[in-house]
């Protein structure tokens, strides 16, 4: 997989929170367009098993980008690998990575996106409701209603094909300058 450009990873840097989640969807994007991101529901991350030797336990996820041809993602697993891509500090965990625990993405990814805008957006790839029931990972303030995660999920069904569905999702977002609104 093509690393991000350096301009990209300083600028990145320098923008304001709206700005990186459009430039994470935007590295988004263009990995499911070169099929560098296979897209799959149901799997947040398949990286080559490879990676995963006592030579890289302790490298940045970015700095293997260059090794990396292609990795099975879904939404959260997207947004993180490009994360990642973009601006870096994550080592490469295999445990963390693979336990499927959302609690994981969301310590990891919620620097850049609110818990319930994460939730929207697998609601939506997904096209199911099962991850309202995660209580436990969110505040008060950051509970999703039943209306938008309905229409988050009918958002996705518009799209048949995983890949289309995640690039409507991601084009959502940046349309509405870093935050996904879902609409039917």
């Known amino acids: 997989m093509r690393k991000a450009t350096k301009l990209i990873t300083s600028k990145f840097k320098e923008v304001s929170a709206s700005e990186k989640r459009i430039l994470i969807a935007k590295d988004v994007i263009r990995h499911v367009k070169t099929e560098e991101y296979r897209i799959r529901k149901g799997v947040y991350l398949d990286l080559p098993k490879k990676l995963f030797s006592a030579t890289n336990a302790n490298r940045k996820i970015q700095s293997l980008f260059g090794k990396i041809e292609s990795c099975r993602v879904c939404a959260l697993g997207s947004i993180f690998m490009s994360k990642c891509n973009i601006a870096d500090g994550q080592l490469l965990g295999y445990n963390d990575m693979y336990s499927g625990d959302y ?35 969110y505040s008060d303030q950051e509970k999703v209603s039943h209306k938008k995660m309905d229409a988050a999920v009918a958002f996705g069904e518009k799209y048949n094909k995983a890949s289309i569905r995640l690039e409507a999702i991601m084009e959502n977002l940046i349309k509405n300058k870093g935050t996904f609104k879902p609409t039917v």
Do not use: H, P, R, V
């Open 103 to 137: 609690g994981f993405f969301y310590n990891t990814l919620g620097k850049y996106f609110s818990l319930s805008q994460l939730m929207l957006i697998e609601a939506a790839f997904e096209t199911d409701l099962s991850i309202n029931s995660l209580d436990k990972f």
